[in-house]
Nanobody
Framework: QVQLVESGGGLVQPGGSLRLSCAAS????????MGWYRQAPGKQRELVAT???????NYADSVKGRFTISRDNAKNTVYLQMNSLKPEDTAVYYC???????????WGQGTQVTVSS
């Protein structure tokens, strides 16, 4: 089993920055993909960004150029640096883990990000 612990959410003004962290523990397979998804009130959960253990990244068009996903494989931790935040970025952000070898999904509990004046 994989456990995901998220941190870094909070309140921020438009144009501000936040960095989310997600630490994975348990039975970690070295070849995997981790990422961030978000869900705003009344909307479906959507992809924000993903990163493989080989550092291949993928971003939603809405965040490309503003958000940067990275990871520290030694710490089994993924980060999401969010810059130039907009009110439409307001959502609960969920950390995600999937092994390429054992295709099983794991989710964090979510952390609230609120962008407001």
């Amino acid at each position: 089993q994989v456990q995901l612990v998220e941190s870094g959410g909070g309140l921020v003004q438009p144009g501000g920055s936040l960095r989310l962290s997600c630490a994975a523990s348990g039975t970690i397979f070295s070849i995997n993909i981790m990422g961030w998804y978000r869900q705003a009130p009344g909307k479906q959960r959507e992809l924000v960004a993903t990163i493989t253990s080989g550092d291949s990244t993928n971003y939603a068009d809405s965040v490309k150029g503003r958000f940067t996903i990275s990871r520290d494989n030694a710490k089994n931790t993924v980060y999401l640096q969010m810059n130039s935040l907009k009110p439409e970025d307001t959502a609960v952000y969920y950390c995600h883990f999937r092994s390429f070898i054992v295709p099983r999904d794991y989710w964090g509990q979510g952390t609230q990000v609120t962008v407001s004046s």
